[in-house]
Protein backbone atom coordinates (compact mmCIF):
# COMPACT_ATOMS: atom_id res chain seq x y z
CA UNK A 1 0.00 0.00 0.00
CA UNK A 2 1.28 3.73 -0.47
CA UNK A 3 2.18 5.62 2.43
CA UNK A 4 -0.90 7.19 3.93
CA UNK A 5 -1.76 10.81 3.24
CA UNK A 6 -0.30 13.74 6.58
CA UNK A 7 -3.75 13.70 8.82
CA UNK A 8 -6.51 15.80 8.14
CA UNK A 9 -7.96 18.56 10.89
CA UNK A 10 -8.93 16.24 13.60
CA UNK A 11 -7.12 13.11 12.59
CA UNK A 12 -4.55 11.21 13.88
CA UNK A 13 -1.96 8.66 11.86
CA UNK A 14 -1.47 5.75 14.01
CA UNK A 15 1.13 3.53 13.76
CA UNK A 16 -0.54 -0.40 13.80
CA UNK A 17 1.69 -2.24 16.58
CA UNK A 18 -0.66 -5.82 16.77
CA UNK A 19 -3.62 -7.02 15.42
CA UNK A 20 -5.83 -9.41 16.66
CA UNK A 21 -7.09 -12.47 14.61
CA UNK A 22 -11.18 -12.25 14.66
CA UNK A 23 -13.43 -14.52 13.70
CA UNK A 24 -14.88 -12.05 11.03
CA UNK A 25 -11.23 -12.28 9.62
CA UNK A 26 -11.65 -16.14 9.16
CA UNK A 27 -15.34 -15.93 7.77
CA UNK A 28 -13.09 -14.01 4.95
CA UNK A 29 -10.18 -16.47 5.26
CA UNK A 30 -12.29 -19.60 5.13
CA UNK A 31 -15.07 -18.70 3.04
CA UNK A 32 -14.54 -15.95 0.48
CA UNK A 33 -17.00 -13.08 2.26
CA UNK A 34 -18.59 -12.84 5.76
CA UNK A 35 -22.62 -11.51 6.47
CA UNK A 36 -23.15 -11.45 3.01
CA UNK A 37 -19.80 -9.51 2.12
CA UNK A 38 -17.84 -11.06 -0.57
CA UNK A 39 -14.13 -10.43 -0.20
CA UNK A 40 -12.46 -8.83 -3.01
CA UNK A 41 -8.75 -9.28 -3.75
CA UNK A 42 -6.70 -7.35 -2.76
CA UNK A 43 -8.26 -6.94 0.68
CA UNK A 44 -6.50 -5.99 3.82
CA UNK A 45 -8.03 -7.75 6.88
CA UNK A 46 -8.18 -7.10 10.86
CA UNK A 47 -10.14 -5.40 13.16
CA UNK A 48 -8.60 -5.85 16.59
CA UNK A 49 -5.19 -3.30 16.43
CA UNK A 50 -3.36 -1.18 18.84
CA UNK A 51 -0.70 0.87 17.94
CA UNK A 52 1.04 4.20 18.77
CA UNK A 53 0.67 7.92 17.50
CA UNK A 54 2.80 8.72 14.62
CA UNK A 55 1.73 12.41 14.14
CA UNK A 56 -1.56 14.39 14.57
CA UNK A 57 -3.35 16.64 12.48
CA UNK A 58 -4.93 19.93 13.53
CA UNK A 59 -6.70 20.29 16.44
CA UNK A 60 -5.97 17.42 18.11
CA UNK A 61 -4.47 18.56 21.02
CA UNK A 62 -5.01 15.44 23.34
CA UNK A 63 -2.84 12.91 21.56
CA UNK A 64 0.86 13.28 20.96
CA UNK A 65 3.29 11.19 18.71
CA UNK A 66 4.34 7.85 21.00
CA UNK A 67 1.28 7.84 22.49
CA UNK A 68 0.08 4.02 22.85
CA UNK A 69 -3.73 3.73 21.71
CA UNK A 70 -6.39 0.93 20.79
CA UNK A 71 -8.45 1.57 18.18
CA UNK A 72 -12.29 1.27 17.44
CA UNK A 73 -12.43 0.09 13.71
CA UNK A 74 -15.90 1.84 13.13
CA UNK A 75 -15.65 5.44 11.87
CA UNK A 76 -19.66 6.42 12.70
CA UNK A 77 -20.55 9.42 11.01
CA UNK A 78 -22.27 10.94 14.36
CA UNK A 79 -25.06 12.54 12.29
CA UNK A 80 -27.73 9.71 11.64
CA UNK A 81 -30.80 8.47 13.98
CA UNK A 82 -28.81 5.41 14.99
CA UNK A 83 -25.81 7.28 16.46
CA UNK A 84 -28.32 10.34 17.58
CA UNK A 85 -29.59 7.79 19.83
CA UNK A 86 -26.33 6.28 21.46
CA UNK A 87 -26.67 3.43 18.67
CA UNK A 88 -23.69 3.66 16.90
CA UNK A 89 -23.02 0.32 16.21
CA UNK A 90 -25.61 0.61 13.54
CA UNK A 91 -24.66 4.13 12.15
CA UNK A 92 -26.25 4.28 8.17
CA UNK A 93 -23.18 5.82 6.87
CA UNK A 94 -20.63 3.59 9.41
CA UNK A 95 -16.88 2.97 7.40
CA UNK A 96 -15.69 -0.06 8.64
CA UNK A 97 -12.00 -0.44 8.86
CA UNK A 98 -11.66 -4.14 8.50
CA UNK A 99 -11.52 -5.24 4.45
CA UNK A 100 -15.39 -4.30 4.16
CA UNK A 101 -15.57 -0.38 3.56
CA UNK A 102 -12.25 0.35 4.18
CA UNK A 103 -9.35 -1.25 4.32
CA UNK A 104 -8.29 -2.99 7.48
CA UNK A 105 -5.62 -2.84 10.22
CA UNK A 106 -2.58 -5.38 9.13
CA UNK A 107 -0.52 -2.55 7.53
CA UNK A 108 2.00 -0.52 9.00
CA UNK A 109 -0.07 2.81 9.09
CA UNK A 110 -3.22 4.16 9.10
CA UNK A 111 -5.27 7.32 9.29
CA UNK A 112 -8.09 7.61 11.24
CA UNK A 113 -10.67 9.94 13.09
CA UNK A 114 -8.76 11.33 16.59
CA UNK A 115 -12.09 9.85 18.09
CA UNK A 116 -11.43 6.16 16.52
CA UNK A 117 -8.17 6.48 18.83
CA UNK A 118 -7.73 4.97 22.44
CA UNK A 119 -5.40 6.01 24.61
CA UNK A 120 -4.17 3.34 27.21
CA UNK A 121 -1.36 3.48 29.44
CA UNK A 122 2.45 3.43 28.24
CA UNK A 123 2.89 0.01 30.06
CA UNK A 124 0.04 -1.51 28.41
CA UNK A 125 1.60 -4.02 26.04
CA UNK A 126 0.02 -3.71 22.24
CA UNK A 127 -1.31 -7.04 22.15
CA UNK A 128 -3.10 -6.44 25.71
CA UNK A 129 -4.31 -3.26 24.09
CA UNK A 130 -5.68 -5.47 20.99
CA UNK A 131 -7.90 -7.51 22.93
CA UNK A 132 -10.30 -3.67 23.82
CA UNK A 133 -12.45 -4.37 20.61
CA UNK A 134 -13.63 -8.22 21.13
CA UNK A 135 -14.52 -6.87 25.08
CA UNK A 136 -16.20 -3.89 24.12
CA UNK A 137 -17.81 -6.56 21.94
CA UNK A 138 -18.47 -8.30 24.96
CA UNK A 139 -19.88 -5.41 26.74
CA UNK A 140 -22.52 -4.87 24.32
CA UNK A 141 -23.26 -8.51 24.41
CA UNK A 142 -24.10 -8.00 28.24
CA UNK A 143 -26.15 -5.10 27.59
CA UNK A 144 -28.11 -6.76 25.25
CA UNK A 145 -29.08 -9.82 27.66
CA UNK A 146 -29.46 -7.92 30.43
CA UNK A 147 -28.01 -10.65 33.12
CA UNK A 148 -29.17 -10.16 36.41
CA UNK A 149 -27.32 -11.36 39.56
CA UNK A 150 -27.40 -15.28 40.27
CA UNK A 151 -28.78 -15.74 36.94
CA UNK A 152 -27.94 -18.98 34.61
CA UNK A 153 -25.91 -19.02 31.65
CA UNK A 154 -25.33 -20.84 28.66
CA UNK A 155 -21.95 -20.25 26.38
CA UNK A 156 -22.21 -21.47 22.98
CA UNK A 157 -18.70 -21.53 21.25
CA UNK A 158 -15.31 -21.61 23.79
CA UNK A 159 -13.69 -19.78 21.16
CA UNK A 160 -12.13 -15.86 22.22
CA UNK A 161 -15.38 -14.75 22.12
CA UNK A 162 -17.40 -17.34 24.03
CA UNK A 163 -14.60 -17.36 26.65
CA UNK A 164 -14.89 -13.73 27.09
CA UNK A 165 -18.86 -14.74 27.44
CA UNK A 166 -17.88 -16.63 30.10
CA UNK A 167 -15.25 -14.38 32.07
CA UNK A 168 -18.00 -11.36 31.63
CA UNK A 169 -20.77 -13.35 32.69
CA UNK A 170 -19.00 -14.39 36.11
CA UNK A 171 -18.23 -10.70 36.44
CA UNK A 172 -22.27 -9.87 36.44
CA UNK A 173 -22.94 -12.81 38.96
CA UNK A 174 -23.90 -15.48 37.16
CA UNK A 175 -24.22 -18.36 39.62
CA UNK A 176 -23.53 -21.11 36.89
CA UNK A 177 -21.70 -20.44 33.31
CA UNK A 178 -21.74 -24.09 31.21
CA UNK A 179 -19.76 -23.84 27.96
CA UNK A 180 -19.98 -26.29 24.93
CA UNK A 181 -17.49 -26.73 22.50
CA UNK A 182 -16.16 -29.37 20.12
CA UNK A 183 -12.34 -28.35 20.33
CA UNK A 184 -11.17 -30.08 23.43
CA UNK A 185 -8.79 -27.76 24.62
CA UNK A 186 -10.80 -24.53 24.11
CA UNK A 187 -13.09 -26.74 26.88
CA UNK A 188 -9.91 -27.01 28.83
CA UNK A 189 -9.71 -23.32 28.89
CA UNK A 190 -13.01 -22.99 29.74
CA UNK A 191 -12.58 -24.90 32.59
CA UNK A 192 -9.28 -23.20 34.29
CA UNK A 193 -11.38 -19.66 33.83
CA UNK A 194 -14.23 -21.31 36.03
CA UNK A 195 -17.24 -22.65 33.92
CA UNK A 196 -19.21 -24.67 36.16
CA UNK A 197 -19.64 -27.33 33.43
CA UNK A 198 -17.86 -27.70 30.21
CA UNK A 199 -20.18 -29.62 27.42
CA UNK A 200 -18.33 -31.97 24.52
CA UNK A 201 -20.97 -31.09 22.22
CA UNK A 202 -20.27 -33.82 19.48
CA UNK A 203 -20.98 -36.12 22.13
CA UNK A 204 -23.18 -34.78 24.24
CA UNK A 205 -26.41 -31.82 24.29
CA UNK A 206 -25.41 -28.65 26.06
CA UNK A 207 -29.21 -28.24 26.43
CA UNK A 208 -29.38 -31.48 28.43
CA UNK A 209 -26.78 -30.01 30.60
CA UNK A 210 -28.32 -26.71 31.02
CA UNK A 211 -31.77 -28.15 32.05
CA UNK A 212 -29.75 -30.65 34.34
CA UNK A 213 -27.80 -27.51 36.19
CA UNK A 214 -30.97 -25.96 36.67
CA UNK A 215 -33.34 -28.33 38.38
CA UNK A 216 -35.17 -28.74 34.94
CA UNK A 217 -35.83 -25.05 34.19
CA UNK A 218 -33.00 -23.97 31.68
CA UNK A 219 -30.43 -21.01 32.05
CA UNK A 220 -32.25 -17.51 31.61
CA UNK A 221 -29.86 -16.30 29.23
CA UNK A 222 -27.62 -18.20 26.14
CA UNK A 223 -24.83 -16.48 24.49
CA UNK A 224 -24.43 -18.04 20.63
CA UNK A 225 -20.46 -17.62 19.75
CA UNK A 226 -20.36 -20.03 17.54
CA UNK A 227 -23.26 -18.63 15.41
CA UNK A 228 -24.46 -22.18 13.45
CA UNK A 229 -27.73 -24.17 12.68
CA UNK A 230 -26.93 -26.66 15.57
CA UNK A 231 -25.55 -23.99 17.92
CA UNK A 232 -28.45 -21.48 17.88
CA UNK A 233 -31.29 -23.89 17.73
CA UNK A 234 -29.09 -25.54 21.04
CA UNK A 235 -29.64 -22.13 22.43
CA UNK A 236 -33.01 -22.18 21.92
CA UNK A 237 -33.57 -25.26 23.78
CA UNK A 238 -31.32 -24.21 26.62
CA UNK A 239 -33.27 -21.10 28.11
CA UNK A 240 -36.35 -21.48 30.24
CA UNK A 241 -39.42 -19.66 30.19
CA UNK A 242 -38.96 -16.06 29.32
CA UNK A 243 -35.13 -16.77 28.37
CA UNK A 244 -32.99 -14.74 26.15
CA UNK A 245 -30.40 -15.72 23.53
CA UNK A 246 -27.69 -13.13 22.15
CA UNK A 247 -26.36 -14.01 19.01
CA UNK A 248 -22.54 -12.39 18.91
CA UNK A 249 -21.30 -14.62 16.30
CA UNK A 250 -21.28 -14.36 12.58
CA UNK A 251 -23.40 -17.24 10.98
CA UNK A 252 -22.24 -18.69 7.57
CA UNK A 253 -25.05 -18.81 5.81
CA UNK A 254 -28.02 -16.38 5.46
CA UNK A 255 -30.67 -18.59 6.11
CA UNK A 256 -31.07 -21.34 8.73
CA UNK A 257 -33.68 -23.79 10.05
CA UNK A 258 -34.53 -22.39 13.19
CA UNK A 259 -36.67 -24.40 15.65
CA UNK A 260 -39.25 -22.67 16.62
CA UNK A 261 -41.74 -24.35 18.67
CA UNK A 262 -39.30 -24.44 21.75
CA UNK A 263 -38.94 -21.02 21.14
CA UNK A 264 -42.61 -20.34 20.97
CA UNK A 265 -43.06 -22.35 24.36
CA UNK A 266 -40.61 -20.66 25.98
CA UNK A 267 -41.29 -17.10 24.26
CA UNK A 268 -37.83 -16.73 24.21
CA UNK A 269 -36.06 -13.24 23.19
CA UNK A 270 -33.64 -13.82 20.33
CA UNK A 271 -31.40 -10.89 20.05
CA UNK A 272 -28.96 -10.63 16.86
CA UNK A 273 -25.72 -8.46 17.75
CA UNK A 274 -23.74 -6.18 15.87
CA UNK A 275 -20.35 -5.17 16.77
CA UNK A 276 -20.05 -3.10 19.96
CA UNK A 277 -21.06 0.09 21.06
CA UNK A 278 -18.68 2.27 22.74
CA UNK A 279 -17.75 0.11 25.35
CA UNK A 280 -13.78 0.56 24.87
CA UNK A 281 -13.10 2.82 27.70
CA UNK A 282 -15.30 0.26 30.19
CA UNK A 283 -13.34 -2.20 28.46
CA UNK A 284 -9.86 -0.48 29.05
CA UNK A 285 -11.02 -0.69 32.94
CA UNK A 286 -11.71 -4.17 32.65
CA UNK A 287 -7.71 -4.84 31.79
CA UNK A 288 -6.22 -2.06 34.07
CA UNK A 289 -8.63 -3.65 36.38
CA UNK A 290 -7.29 -7.34 36.20
CA UNK A 291 -10.59 -8.43 35.90
CA UNK A 292 -10.18 -9.79 32.47
CA UNK A 293 -6.70 -11.13 32.01
CA UNK A 294 -5.64 -10.79 27.79
CA UNK A 295 -3.65 -13.93 28.48
CA UNK A 296 -6.86 -16.03 28.60
CA UNK A 297 -7.76 -15.22 25.10
CA UNK A 298 -4.49 -14.54 23.63
CA UNK A 299 -2.19 -18.06 23.11
CA UNK A 300 -0.15 -17.54 19.77
CA UNK A 301 2.24 -13.97 18.01
CA UNK A 302 3.18 -13.72 14.46
CA UNK A 303 5.34 -11.36 13.20
CA UNK A 304 3.45 -9.56 9.80
CA UNK A 305 5.69 -11.83 7.46
CA UNK A 306 4.09 -15.01 9.34
CA UNK A 307 0.89 -13.90 9.60
CA UNK A 308 -0.49 -16.75 6.79
CA UNK A 309 0.46 -18.93 9.80
CA UNK A 310 -1.87 -16.94 12.12
CA UNK A 311 -4.74 -17.46 9.79
CA UNK A 312 -4.03 -21.21 9.04
CA UNK A 313 -3.53 -21.99 12.47
CA UNK A 314 -6.73 -20.62 13.69
CA UNK A 315 -8.42 -21.99 10.85
CA UNK A 316 -7.59 -25.49 11.60
CA UNK A 317 -7.93 -25.08 15.16
CA UNK A 318 -3.96 -26.44 15.44
CA UNK A 319 -1.33 -26.21 18.29
CA UNK A 320 -3.75 -25.09 21.26
CA UNK A 321 -4.32 -22.02 19.37
CA UNK A 322 -7.61 -19.78 21.38
CA UNK A 323 -6.46 -16.36 19.47
CA UNK A 324 -3.54 -15.69 17.69
CA UNK A 325 -2.45 -11.80 17.04
CA UNK A 326 -0.13 -10.45 14.38
CA UNK A 327 2.96 -7.80 15.32
CA UNK A 328 4.23 -5.34 13.26
Known sequence: ???????????????????????????????????????????????????????????????????????????????????????????????????????????????????????????????????????????????????QLGETVAVLGAGPIGLLALQMAKLAGASVVVVGDKVPHRLARAEELGADQVVDVSKESISDAAHDLTGGRGVH??????????????????????GRIVLIGIPSKETIALELWPALQSEATLVVQHRSNGGDHAALELLEDGRIDPASILSHRYPLSDGHRAFATMGEYADGVIKPWIEL
Do not use: W
Open 1 to 147: MPDPPDPGPGEVTVRIRAVGVCGSDMHFYLEDGCAGTPAAYPQVLGHEPAGEIAAVGAGVADLKPGDRVAVEPAVSCGRCEPCRTGRRNLCSRAQFMGGIQLPGLLREYAVMPRENALKVPPHMSFAAAATIEPIAVLLHSMELAGL
Open 221 to 242: VAFDAAAKQESINASVRSVRAG
